[in-house]
């Protein structure tokens, strides 16, 4: 992949009531868009992401999203001290 972003100009289509953007074929391929994407909404705005990418959240996205609801992390601290580290488990 380049190391470098290209910028497109695309224009939006009339699909029913709602709008949409043509992906040109040899962008569909190299990121193996096939049926479906994923649309995420960022700060500077709309990424799409293909369904294979790895699904899993990271600790970052985690965080972050734990920050903006303002949680806290009191509970992963009663997680720590379950007992699990005594008893049937030790070697």
């Known amino acids: 992949m380049e190391n470098h972003l ?3 100009d695309i224009k939006l289509i009339a699909i029913g009531n709602s709008k949409g953007v043509r992906i040109p074929k040899t ?3 190299k990121y193996g ?5 994923l649309l995420e909404e960022t700060e ?3 990424l ?3 369904k294979k ?3 899993r959240i990271s600790w970052e996205e985690t965080y972050k999203a734990m920050a903006k ?3 806290g992390w009191e509970e992963f601290d009663e997680t720590l001290l379950d007992g699990l580290d005594q ?3 030790d070697d």
């Open 6 to 8: 290209r910028t497109r």
């Open 27 to 29: 962008l569909l391929r």
């Open 33 to 37: 868009f096939a049926d479906s994407l």
């Open 44 to 46: 500077t705005g709309l």
């Open 48 to 50: 799409l992401k293909s």
């Open 53 to 55: 990418e790895d699904s």
């Open 69 to 71: 609801e303002q949680e």
């Open 87 to 89: 008893g049937e488990f």
